[in-house]
């Protein structure tokens, strides 16, 4: 019986491992929602209280907020946040949700087709080829997602809201922000997700025809050719019909070194 290559076993149960962390990746990212603002002090005035909500894609720059008009007390400006990051945000949450869909449409592969992808040599080798893009990408947004963050922390700060303020003198910021400012957390998932895509190359790498194991040999002992063996046979393949001396009429199987020959005694 021949022997069957053995499958990808550890990329079925890494599978798993990179739709979860996915999943965590483009849901805190996607589903994020902060509250910035502070408690302003005109020079001669009153305190007024100020609440920004943003969120993901991050573009800033649509986001209204009131600030109060320390030249005119009864008349509030509206403002702008400033800044635009959404292009790290998508782009991370948007790899996010194509490695989830890759790597369950390649547990399916493994899965359901195991025999075709051990059988056909090209499946592994592009399988190798996009894992190793995945992780490419993952390093990509991870540090591109990172230094979005820090922009969009500098650009909530309540300091950074006042200063914006076109009217002097300028008000003072007596309070933190309302609630907390994007966590590392949401980069750390990032880097996570490089990891186990990274990890992931060597175990698909495995399966690919430079690292797969040859398959065994059949080697079923006392098993004697049969006639269409004999006839599909070539010279030198250690079949021999040469008649030597033996018992009359008796054909005798014989082996040597895995190559059969059959003795007949045809005097």
Request: some cysteine.
């Amino acid at each position: 019986m021949k022997g069957v290559p053995p499958g990808p076993q550890h990329s079925q149960t890494r599978c798993p491992l990179l739709q979860l962390f996915a999943i965590f990746a483009f849901g805190s990212c996607g589903s994020f929602s902060g509250e910035t603002g502070a408690t302003v002090k005109c020079e001669g005035g009153g305190m007024t209280a100020i609440s920004i909500q943003f969120g993901y894609p991050f573009r800033l720059y649509q986001i209204p907020f009131g600030m109060p008009n320390c030249e005119d007390e009864s008349e509030a400006r509206t403002l702008y946040l400033v800044g635009d990051f959404s292009a790290p945000a998508e782009f991370f949450v948007t790899l996010g949700v194509f490695s989830f869909l890759y790597s369950m449409a390649a547990l399916v592969l493994y899965l359901r087709f195991h025999s075709l992808y051990t059988e056909n040599t090209k499946l592994p080798f592009t399988d190798f080829c996009v894992t190793v893009c995945f992780a490419f990408f993952w390093l990509v947004a991870a540090a591109a997602w990172g230094k979005g963050l820090s922009d969009v922390k500098a650009a909530t700060r309540p300091a950074t809201l006042i200063s914006g303020a076109p009217w002097n003198p300028l008000p003072s910021c007596l309070s933190p922000p309302l609630s907390p400012l994007p966590s590392p957390l949401l980069q750390l998932f990032g880097f996570l997700n490089f990891l186990l895509w990274a990890g992931n190359c060597w175990f698909v790498l495995r399966e690919t025809p430079w690292l797969r194991p040859p398959a065994p040999r059949d080697t079923s002992p006392g098993v004697p050719p049969g006639p269409r063996d004999l006839a599909s046979r070539q010279p030198g393949d250690g079949v021999s019909l040469e008649p030597p001396g033996g018992s009359p009429g008796t054909p005798a199987w014989h082996g040597n070194n895995g190559g059969d020959y059959i003795q007949y005694d045809l005097t």
